[in-house]
């Protein structure tokens, strides 16, 4: 079981990542942008973040490049992004360990990716867990 | 007809002559004709000079030769003695002789007895001295001499004249042959000794007239030598001296091959110059046509009524060079100008070389410079350049053709084409950035209807609240992804003419009810408070509803996108006497003053890096304005940064809808109700 911060200025996205990760074991945190990940990141201290590309005042460029000043490399980083250009994202972020996934996703898709990252970690869903 | 013929020939041998002289263009056997007769000529007048000359030299000789025998007769008859029995007298006679052949070429002198066996008593010869001279020149003597033949020790013959004069008795009496001497012309028989000179026929070495007329005969060989050499390199001269004249004159166009004109390297070294002049002159040939052919087009372009061509190449948006050979900016148009920042007359005094500019003249310098090859040609290029304030981000971008031109291929002419692409390439950019938004526009709410909808059919949540979330999710996400290919659509049908507006009465207060209840979603998210006020009463207007309803959705869903959580919007209307307006205010971010005309053009948002955060395509507040201009109305917005904004809707009132509230409105109206 991890403990997974998640970034998105869509609410809709926090929700139901939210859920699918909660069911799987994980526990979850959530902020609406950049800069209130960073403060998270401040109280508490998390196994992974999933974060969005273009979110308001501090997009997930900026997140990555801020906890990797500040962290290193430890904690993984696995960037959503809708973004046309994703090649170019992900050879980008690649310096700084960030992983791109693209949008639209499907969460089951998207939570076997994240326990991959655990090595198997939290697979077992708890029925009835749903935040 | 034989006399005409005959006329004919001299005129045409005339002719002939004449073009021989001035060294023009002859038939072959004319010329050959000529410097034969004059060889021939020439040799025969020397010839005869030469031998009238050894005629007369020959007479002359003769008479001298005679006269000097008889002056050594007298001397000889002078000497005092007892004659060839004494010793004493042969001494003398003999000193005498030699003197002779010591003055006077002479093969042999001698006194020789006047009778059988005549004996030689005294002989400039020693050997000959006491022998006999043979019976065979022992005759009598015409006048003049004898002309003998003797044969020399080598075995050649030698002709010479043997001259004989008779002495008086020996010994005479001492001072009997004082005084000048007698003539002895013709000798006289039965003297008793005579005197003998074996003398040459001609003088030894040529005279001085032989000499003048070898002398004249040579100087003449020279000369007609000389007018051939004359004639071969006069044919070369001619075509040099043309292009001279009218290179002064310039009077017509030179076309002369001046190619025909070189002479093969082969002959000499001299040549070499000769040949590097004919090239000389055949740049300066070609530089001089060139020269002519632009002040043609000068010409033309003064004569084109009143520079008409120039007006037209004027009118060119694209700025437009001409480099001459000399590497001049011959001509600019004025966009080229423009562009560059030169005049036209200081561009006309540059050359490449030294040229000076900045921003885009000197990254234009450059680019000439760099296609300018060794050889003097210029190579095509096509390069885009950067200028402007880069500090200020200024920049503009110009496409730059350069194009050699091809009459020229040997000479270094070109024109170059400048055209501001900067437009274009914002265009493109502007696409560009509009497909990625919409892809990620499009992406962002089927990402949500992807997962829920999963949710919903993984089976994993059973929980009626998570299950009526799911389906609200998915409806509201549908509905947003409806709005946004309805946007696009709206462009696309602006964009080629063919959006068609279906008038009717609308009433504004469902519109703006139904308008609001779309984004009550969105607002509640944010916690936004959306405040709808109407006056008491609202007449409907005409107007084309499924897209004022766009523009609603549009101006609705940016108020609640750039307002913080927590803030409000308040949608209202006011009705004039021949407007309506439809005001839609919030206390977001604002937009600065400066951008309020960009945020209406298509794909164009604000530079607010809060706006650049939030998703978004660019074409809604575009297509919200042309849907409002295609109703005879417009868009106002009034904000600024950081306090929120007020977009105002002026549609014209249903009954007064011809009266325009903006520029095209009755025009638009007419043709939208039309349709």
């Keep these: 079981m991890a403990k997974i911060l998640i970034v998105d200025d869509d609410a809709h996205i926090v929700r139901v990542l939210s ?68 090649q170019r994202l992900g050879e980008q972020l690649a310096m700084y360990g960030v992983r791109v996934y693209p949008k639209p996703f499907l969460p089951s898709q998207l939570v076997v990716e994240i326990n991959s990252a655990f090595g198997g970690l939290g697979v077992a869903a708890k029925e009835g867990s749903v935040p | 007809m ?23 263009e002859v038939p072959r056997w004319f010329g050959l004709s000529v410097v034969l007769i004059y060889l021939v000529g020439m040799g025969s007048i020397a010839q005869f000079g030469i031998a009238q000359a050894r005629r007369e030299m020959a007479i002359r000789f003769q008479g001298d030769s005679q006269f000097a025998v008889t002056l050594l007769a007298d001397r000889l008859e002078a000497i005092e003695g007892e004659g060839p029995t004494d010793q004493k007298w042969l001494s003398a006679c003999q000193r005498a002789l030699r003197e002779f052949a010591a003055n006077v070429p002479s093969q042999s002198v001698r006194v020789v007895e006047g009778r059988p066996p005549w004996r030689i008593i005294a002989s400039i010869n020693p050997t000959e001295t006491g022998t006999t001279i043979g019976a065979r020149i022992a005759g009598a003597l015409q006048p003049g001499g004898l002309e003998i033949a003797t044969i020399s020790s080598n075995g050649s013959e030698q002709r010479h004249r043997l001259l004989r004069a008779p002495l008086s008795p020996i010994p005479r009496r001492a001072g009997a042959g004082g005084g000048h001497p007698t003539p002895r012309a013709t000798p006289e028989p039965g003297a008793e000794h005579y005197l003998e000179a074996i003398l040459p026929l001609e003088p030894a070495e040529p005279t001085s007239l032989a000499n003048q007329a070898r002398l004249l005969a040579i100087v003449l060989a020279v000369l007609g030598a000389l007018f051939v050499v004359y004639r071969c390199l006069r044919e070369q001269l001619r ?19 001046l190619a025909s004109l070189r002479i093969s390297d082969s002959l000499d070294g001299a040549t070499a110059g000769w040949n590097e002049l004919v090239a000389l002159t055949e740049r300066l040939q070609a530089s001089v046509q ?100 880069v500090q200020a981000q200024d920049l503009s971008t110009y496409r730059v053709w350069l194009i050699p031109l091809q009459r020229a291929r040997h000479h270094g002419e070109c024109v170059v084409v400048i055209r501001d692409v900067s437009q274009q390439i914002r265009a493109d950019h502007a696409r560009e950035e509009f497909i990625a938004q919409v892809t990620h526009e499009l992406r962002t709410p089927l990402t949500n209807i992807r997962a829920y909808t999963e949710t919903l059919s993984s089976g ?37 003419g063919s959006i068609e507006l279906h008038v009717d009465g609308v009433d504004l207060k469902t519109l703006l009810s139904d308008g609001i209840r779309d984004v009550r979603g969105l607002a509640d998210d944010k916690n936004i408070d959306v405040q709808l006020v109407l006056p008491a009463k609202l007449e409907p207007v005409r107007a084309d509803r499924d897209k004022l309803a766009v523009v609603v959705n549009n101006l609705l869903g940016n108020a609640i996108k750039y307002t913080p959580p927590n803030g409000n919007v308040t949608v209202g209307c006011q009705v004039a006497a021949d407007v309506v307006v439809l005001t839609f205010k919030d206390n977001g971010i604002g937009i600065d003053p400066a951008e309020h005309v960009k945020v209406f053009e298509k794909f164009q948002r604000g530079s607010n890096p809060e706006v650049q955060g939030e998703s978004g395509t660019g074409i809604g ?27 105002m809707v002026r549609l014209p009132h249903r009954e007064s809808r011809a009266a325009a509230v903006s520029p095209h409105a009755r025009e638009r109206w007419d043709a939208g109700t039309a349709a």
């Design chain 2, 290 to 389: 060139r020269t002519e052919a632009n002040e043609e087009l000068s010409s033309v372009l003064q004569r084109s009524g009143g520079g008409a061509l120039s007006e037209a190449l004027n009118a060119i948006p694209d700025g437009l060079i001409y480099i001459s050979d000399e590497v001049r900016f011959e001509y600019l148009n004025s966009a080229a100008c423009r562009l560059l920042g030169w005049s036209a007359s200081d561009a006309k005094k540059m050359t490449l070389t030294d040229a000076q500019a900045n921003g885009l003249g000197l990254k234009l310098l450059e680019l000439i410079r760099g296609a300018a090859l060794p050889e003097g040609v210029f190579e095509a290029r096509t390069e885009v350049l950067e200028a402007g304030d």
């Design chain 1, 19 to 86: 859920m699918w990760l909660g069911r799987h074991g994980h526990e979850v945190v959530t902020a609406g942008n950049g800069g209130a990940a960073l403060a998270t990141l401040e109280r508490e201290k998390v196994d992974m973040i999933i974060s969005d590309m273009n979110m308001p005042f501090l997009d997930g460029v900026g997140l990555a490049k801020a906890v990797r000043a500040k962290s290193g490399p430890t904690i993984p980083i696995l960037m959503l992004t809708a973004r046309c250009d994703q």
């Design chain 2, 239 to 257: 075509g040099v001296s043309k292009i001279a004249s009218r290179l002064e004159t310039r009077r017509d166009r030179i076309e002369v091959d």
């Design chain 2, 621 to 647: 507040l575009y297509t919200a304005r042309e849907i409002v201009r295609r109703h005879g109305g417009d868009i106002e917005v009034l904000s600024e940064k950081g306090n929120g904004s007020t977009f």
């Design chain 2, 2 to 24: 034989e006399r005409e013929s005959g006329a004919h020939s001299v005129q045409n041998w005339w002719k002939s002559f004449r073009g021989f002289l001035s060294a023009e």
């Design chain 2, 460 to 496: 994993m949540f059973e929980d009626p609240k998570v299950i009526t979330e799911c389906y609200n999710v998915i409806t509201k996400e549908t509905r947003r992804l409806s709005r946004l290919v309805e946007d696009i659509l709206s462009v696309s049908q602006l964009e080629v």
